[in-house]
Every structure is written in C-alpha cells, then in structure tokens.
C-alpha cells in the first residue's frame, strides 16, 4: 500500500474516531440526571464567571480544575446545557483518538487499533456524560501513562517527560484520587527504571517540570486571591480524613470483586503471565521499556480497582477492557504458535460482547445515575425549568415516575 494510501486510511479512521467519540456522549449525556453530580460543575463554573472563586469563596474538596475548564466553554461558547456537555464530549475525543495513536504505536495493525478504540469512546465518558471529577481524574492518568509509553520508547524526547508531569498536573487539580495512586506507583516504576538505566536527564526533566507546575500554582492563587491554608485545608486535609475513614469501613468480597471486573482481570492475568514467562525465559529484562510499559499499564489498573473499592460508588472503569484486552492482542501477535489468530478473534468476540453488555447497561440504561430501569420516555422538557437547559431529557432517580413533579417543585 502506498503512502499516500496509508494517510487516506489512518485520517479515514481517525475522522470517524472523532464523529463516533464525540455524538456517543453528546447524545447520552441528555440521558437523565443525578441532580447533585451531573450539575456540580455547571454551577462551580457560574460561579467563577462571576467573580466567585472556589476555596475563597466557596468550599470544594475536588474539582478545581475542571470547575475552571468548564468557566472557560462557558465563557468561549455561552453558558447552557450545550457548552457543558461540550466540553465532556470533547473530551471523550481528546482520549479515543490518544488511545487510537498509542495502540498503533505498540505495534497494532489500524483496523485493529479503531476497533478497540470505538469500544473504549463506548466505554468511556459516556456512562457519565456530563463533566465529572472522577472521569476528568482518570482520563488525564490514561493520557499521561500514554505519554510515558512514548518517553520510555524515546527518552531523549523531552517534551513527552514534560507532558506526563503535565497531564497528572491536571489530574491531580481535578481530583486527588485515584491519581495520588497511580502517581505513587508509576514514581516508583519509572525511576527505577530511569536510574537503573542511567537516564539522568529525563530525570531533571521531570523535577523541572514539578518546579513549572508549582510556580504555576502558587502564582495562580495569589492571583486569585486564595490563601495557601485554605487550599490545604479544603483540598488536602479533610478529603485525607474522607479517604481514611472509607478505608476503615471498606468491605472486600473476593467474588464481588471477580464478578464485577472478571472482563478486566481475565486479560491481565494472560498479560501477567505472558510477561513473567519472557522474563524467567530471558527473553525479556525487567528494566527493558517492555517490561516497564506494562509495570505502567498494572499500575494504572491496581490503582483504579484500589479507588473504586474505596469510593464505593458506581463502577466507571470498564473503559479498561478493551484497553486490556488489546495490550493482550498485541502480545499474542509476538508469540509463536498455531492458533494465535484464533486466540485473537476469541478476544474481539469477548470485547464485542462486553462493550454490548456494559453499553446497555451504563449509557442505554444510565446506571451511572441511578436510572436503571427507568423509561427515558417519561422525561420532562427542561427549558421550563430553565431556558439554558434546554436539551436534557429531564428525569432523575428520585422522579423517575414524575419528572413533571420535580421540575414543578424547583420553577
């Protein structure tokens, strides 16, 4: 194939990534609401465009980051129910077309790279629909380990060193956990991995990138007039004693825990497999950027588990099927045995099947808040609540029989 059949493919692909990423969760974030989630940024960022400032003005325990972002779609695009979800759908488009470009980059053939790209953009942002803290949170950690692929691969590509620490610098300011979690992690894998193999100078590019990020931060909230106590306080202190109270009150179920993330453990357990017999068979080494990547990817995944356990609210990591069963495509593709293709269309017939199980019931039936078995076709018209929220198709778990009642309630 030439090259200049190649590009038509690749933006072919990449053109319809965008248009399915972008109206998957576009259309299903008017899908109901959960009152207190679904609008909490739309209102943190009213604020903000009038001159009220989160922790000086108002108590947040999370979002600052997106309660900011969402201040600026308001701003460019006018405040309403359509700049909100905007913002959530773009989003969704900023992490398929990432996760298209990293799967080709591991070695995945186009066809196969979109195929697992559209049941992530299914899996993603869309079981929520709305900006949410959690989503933001994690979105930003896949986009940065996604990054550390590409500067584990090229080290001396600085730039890409730059934007991890810049994109776990956003996830962090949108919610503490799980990126505490993950960042906790990944600084343990990849300076071991930087100084064993006497890669001093990502390293200093990693420090000056924290020394940036912080400059930023203290001058931000001298600009904004916030006091550092404050922030401490409010976005550090009381969500620890959050965090440490749930930790005392968690409850694990080793078959719960199986049946609810069996579609994610099943390939990690074959990746864990296959990467401990390369090593004990010296064909791969521990410290090697293959090794490392996937030390990466397990971290990631042991961190969004942690969270969920802890959190206790509705599962939204299912996104990390396809990602994990096409990391485990990738590695069935280097072996060498007969019925590697067969393994292979096993996997697409399992993603398939999962995306279709956990698109019903996420994004058709909108568990993510609360609304399963709810006929959307009760909906009330939100304009008469509000003329900027125009576009919901109003219903929500306390209303599900009456959402006429609700919207009368709160004119």
Known sequence: MSNYKKSIEKYTYIFFIILFSFFINWKYSRYGVFPIDTFLHYDSAYRILNGEYPIRDYWIVSGLFVDFLQAFFFK?????????????????????????????????????????TISFATLAYSVSGTPFVDLHATFFCVIAMYFTFLAIKKPEKYLNWFLVVSFYFFAFFSKQVPTSYIVILNVIVISSYLLVNKKLKPLLIIVLSILFYLLIFFLSLRVLGIEFNNF??????????????????????????????KFILMPLIFLIFIKITKTIKNKIKIYSNEFINFLVFLSMCLALFLHQLLTNNQI??????????????????????????????????????????????????????????????????SASLDKNLKGILWISPSYKDDPQSEIKKKI
């Open 232 to 261: 401490y306080i409010q976005y550090i202190d009381y969500p620890r004693t959050i965090g440490s109270s749930r930790l005392n009150l968690i409850s694990f179920s080793i078959a719960s825990f199986i049946t609810h993330y």
């Open 316 to 381: 939204y990591i299912y996104f990390l099927i396809p990602i994990s069963f096409a990391f485990l495509h990738i590695e069935v593709k280097k072996l060498n045995f007969k019925y590697k293709n067969e393994l292979n269309y096993l996997i697409i017939f399992i993603v398939i099947f999962s995306t279709i199980k956990y698109h019903l019931r996420y994004n058709e039936n909108r568990k993510f808040h609360e609304l399963s078995n709810t006929s959307i076709l009760k909906h009330a018209e």
């Open 76 to 116: 460019i695009f006018g405040v309403s129910w359509y700049s909100y979800i905007l913002h959530s759908s773009l989003l969704n488009v900023l992490i398929s077309i990432s996760t298209f470009y990293i799967l080709i980059k591991l070695g995945l053939r186009k066809k196969f790279a979109f195929f697992y």
